[in-house]
Each structure stands twice: as C-alpha cells, then as structure tokens.
C-alpha cells in the first residue's frame, strides 16, 4: 500500500461543475499537508497548504481529518483553466521529507 | 527574482555515460531534494539534503549520487548503474521544518538510448 493514495481519476467534468478529490495518508507521523497543481509536463507548483482547521481560498476548499488520515480538496464553479493534475503531498517532520501522491487529473470542458 | 533554477532542459546521453544534473537556488533555503517522475506517475524521493555537507537517500536513491557543497547547490549525478534513467528530474527546496512547501525548478528531461 502506498503512503499516500489519491483518487485515480481522470476526473471529467462540465464547466461551472464542482469537483473533489480525496487522498489517504498511512504515516501518522505526517505533519504538515499540501496540494500541488501540476501541469502537463510542468513543475508542481502550490495550490494550496492544509489546515485542521479547513482553510478556502477563492474556489478551492482543502480540509483535513487527522482521525481518518484524510485529506479533501474541493474546487468550486470549475473553470477550463483548472484542467490539471493534482498532487496530494505530506510532509513527516521526523524523517524531513515529503512524500506524494500519483496524483489526480482534472480535465474541464466547456 | 529569487527560485530554483534547474539545467539543461533537456539532456541526451548514451547508456553507460554519467551524467550530472545542476540545481541553484538563491532562495537561501537549507533543505534541498531531488525527485524523479515518470510518466503518468507521482514524484518519487532520490535524495535529499537538510543542511549544507550532509544529506540523505530517499526512496529511489540507487544508481544516483548527489554533494551539497554549497547552500545554493544541490547536482544530481545519474550514473551508468541506474538501470532506467530515461525520465523527468525535479529539483526542489524549501525553508528548513515541515510547513514551508516545496518550491520546484523547471526540470530536466533526460533521455538515455
């Protein structure tokens, strides 16, 4: 089993729709969480950090449940430029490396 | 601008040849990695460097080597033991402590025939 697993997808959705997408860490060691948005032969870059809290930002919604081992992210009113894969990241501060998920793709049509 | 610069782009080799991958940074991070991606897959750890003069194997680290001379650098040498180095190599760095995020170079795509 990997450390962090993601929907496979691809996810294919209308313009407008809203889209989710899981991810389940084994380590519970992970301390800090991520999403990373990376585009066709791209660098990753970052979406967005994940609290316990839950924090938003614009469209995007990430949510995490230290419980479960569960992490969300939730991307409102899809536009076509959202059309990406998504990396779901952990960060285990007792071995200070990051490990990611094989990602989820999103493609929006018009 | 301060960021990660990472080069050549593209990189071609014959097998059996080592080859070394640069990666600056003028972000005065202390922790620096490398990963590896191949296609339609996630990035997988090779090495990774917490502080200048040390650093660690990650999770794919045979047949790689790296140094970390210097703050600002961290090259990755893909040697003639790495059995399939044809792939997409990802340099990054971040603050030191798990909340700072990774910050990513543009890559290099290398190509072994």
């Known amino acids: 089993r990997k450390e962090v697993e993601q929907d496979p997808g691809p996810f294919n959705v209308p313009e407008g729709a809203t889209v989710a997408f899981n991810c389940t860490y084994s380590?519970?060691?992970?301390?800090?969480f991520f999403w990373y948005r990376q585009d066709c032969r791209k660098e990753p870059k970052l979406l967005m950090s994940v609290y316990s809290s839950g924090n938003e930002d614009g469209r995007f919604t990430a949510q995490l449940n230290r419980a479960s081992q569960y992490i969300s992210l939730l991307i409102r009113d899809s536009k076509l430029s959202d059309s990406a894969t998504y990396l779901c990241v952990t960060y285990n501060t007792n071995a200070g490396k990051s490990t990611f998920g094989d990602g989820t793709t999103l493609t929006v049509k018009p | 601008d301060g960021g990660i610069t990472q080069s050549p782009k593209y990189l071609f080799r014959k097998e059996g040849q080592n080859v070394t991958l640069s990666c600056e940074q003028n972000?005065?991070?202390?922790?620096m990695y490398w990963y590896r991606q191949d296609p339609g897959q996630g990035l997988r750890l090779i090495y990774y460097?917490?502080?200048?003069?040390?650093?660690q194997k990650g999770d794919i680290a045979e047949g790689y080597s790296v140094s970390r001379e210097k703050k600002e650098s961290f090259p990755l040498t893909v040697t003639s033991a790495q059995k399939n180095p044809t792939a997409f190599y990802l340099c990054?760095?971040?603050?030191?402590?798990?909340?700072?995020?990774?910050?990513f170079g543009n890559g290099t795509r290398l190509t072994v025939t």
């Open positions: 380590n519970s060691a992970s301390q800090s």
């Open positions: 460097s917490q502080i200048v003069n040390d650093f």
């Open positions: 990054a760095s971040s603050e030191a402590g798990g909340n700072s995020p990774l910050h």
């Open positions: 972000l005065n991070h202390d922790a």
